[in-house]
């Protein structure tokens, strides 16, 4: 079982507390909040998926690199992580 499906239940609150900091900078904006209190929102969304990030990509190595028993899928697995972290790191 993928570790995505295993803690679905986990990763989903992440994901709607995220989209709650999403719908709360929307609010912020459209209610002309301070610069200072938009930049905080955006950091704080920032940090929020950042961590969703950090913890999936971790589990990620760990279940398809580090247990992974076949060399040859092991290289593709980090051939693919590798292309992500340059995709998400630009």
Same mark, same amino acid.
């Given at each position: 079982m993928?570790?995505?499906?295993? =803690?679905? +239940?986990?990763?989903?609150?992440?994901?709607?507390r995220l989209?709650?900091?999403?719908?709360?900078?929307?609010g &912020?904006l459209?209610?002309? &909040?301070?610069?200072?209190?938009?930049?905080?929102?955006? &950091?704080? @969304?920032?940090?929020a998926a950042?961590? $969703?990030?950090?913890?999936? $990509?971790?589990?990620?190595?760990?279940e398809?690199?580090?247990?992974?028993? =076949?060399?040859?899928?092991?290289?593709q697995?980090?051939? &693919? @992580?590798?292309?992500l $972290?340059?995709?998400?790191? +630009?």
């Amino acid at each position: 079982m993928s570790h995505t499906v295993r =803690d679905s +239940k986990k990763l989903l609150s992440r994901v709607r507390r995220l989209g709650g900091q999403v719908s709360a900078l929307e609010g &912020a904006l459209s209610a002309g &909040a301070e610069c200072a209190a938009v930049l905080v929102q955006v &950091a704080a @969304i920032r940090g929020a998926a950042a961590s $969703l990030m950090r913890e999936l $990509l971790t589990e990620h190595l760990q279940e398809h690199v580090v247990e992974q028993p =076949d060399r040859k899928r092991r290289e593709q697995e980090m051939a &693919a @992580i590798t292309e992500l $972290l340059r995709s998400y790191l +630009k």
